[in-house]
């Protein structure tokens, strides 16, 4: 099966999970894709579970309880094997049924919700885990294509009168608040869909980093449809 990533120098694509999880970061390479196309009817699935809220975190135990089609079953069991998968890697999934993320709308002039280019920090090594199984999924940007929003100079400067400290603080302000894990896509960029049943692995921001964070950002959810989404 062809893929739309293998071209692409920020992804690497591999064909099993060991290799997902044992593969190295490097260069510009900070995406890793278990490229997959999955068998079995995501959908039913998310028509048969009860959304509670904007984001309702799904159990196996939901999963096991729902009644099931061939196709539902087939779909269900990958989840699962997904789950464990990680699970056993000493990663902790969550299975998200999402009809939308909360949205930052504090200021005008700058959003550090999950709608916005970012990337994620941890003080200890690890790595995002995602998989969309329905619905949009997330996209990726090469860091090169990208600029700090902290440092594009208007923002900035409305920073540093949000702060209104000493300027010796303005940093440990502007990471207190998640300012500084916030990008701006250059003009005409690209971005590199997801896309549906693959199991993704993206670099995050620690101390013991050896290439950039992956920059990546959750879809606008398209009306009426809800989003089926493994992440850790």
Known sequence: MKNTFSDNKQVKVVSNFHELVNAHFQGEM??????????GDFQEIVAKLKLKENITEVSADHLLALQLSELGNLARETILNDIQLLTDYGASPSL???????????????????????????????????????????EILPNHQVVQKVLIPE?????????????AEFEAFLEDYFFDLHYQPKPNV???????????????????????????????EKDGEYRLLLIC
């Open 96 to 138: 998200n049924l999402l009809k939308s993320y909360e949205r930052d709308e504090e200021f005008d002039f700058i959003s550090t919700d999950v709608y916005s280019y970012h990337v994620d920090r941890s003080p200890i090594a690890t790595d995002t885990f995602l998989c969309t199984y329905h619905g949009a999924a997330s």
């Open 190 to 220: 690209k971005p590199v869909n997801l896309g549906s049943g693959h199991l993704w692995r993206l670099a995050v921001d620690h101390p013991t980093q050896q290439v950039l964070p992956c920059v990546h950002r959750a879809p606008v």
């Open 30 to 39: 900070n995406a890793l894709c278990w490229s997959r196309n999955l068998l």
């Open 155 to 167: 923002i900035r400067t409305k920073l540093k009168e949000l702060h209104d400290g000493p300027e």
